[in-house]
């Protein structure tokens, strides 16, 4: 059984911090690309960072350049994403995404809210 099961969100003040991990499990995670995407409410889901299978290489949002960073650990079968400087616009629910050819698994999300 597929599953991805992120954690790390929560309240955070303007210029904090957080480090959001999605943990898979029920597939081979080594071989699938690895996304973070975010969802305001009302707003559609957009591509926030990701990292390629294999040689590891990043792309990130415009909006998130500079402040957040992706990494992934295969060994522990874990995607995370590093958020510096977080700001209220930064505020959504992130999901993680595998991704492989046409397979695609999403996680059930894990909300961010940055206010003071």
């Known amino acids: 059984q597929v599953q991805l099961v992120e954690s790390g969100g929560g309240l955070v003040q303007p210029g904090g911090s957080l480090r959001l991990s999605c943990a898979a499990s029920g597939f081979t995670f080594s071989l699938y690309a690895m996304s973070w995407y975010r969802q305001a409410p009302g707003k559609e889901r957009d591509l926030v960072a990701s990292?390629?299978?294999?040689?590891?290489?990043?792309n990130y949002a415009d909006s998130v350049k500079g402040r957040f960073t992706i990494s992934r650990d295969n060994a522990k079968s874990t995607v995370y994403l590093q958020m510096n400087s977080l700001k209220p616009e930064d505020t959504a629910m992130y999901y993680c995404?595998?991704?492989?050819?046409?397979?695609?698994?999403w996680g059930q999300g894990t909300q961010v809210t940055v206010s003071s």
């Open positions: 995404l595998a991704r492989r050819g046409s397979g695609r698994y």
């Open positions: 990292i390629t299978s294999g040689v590891y290489s990043t």
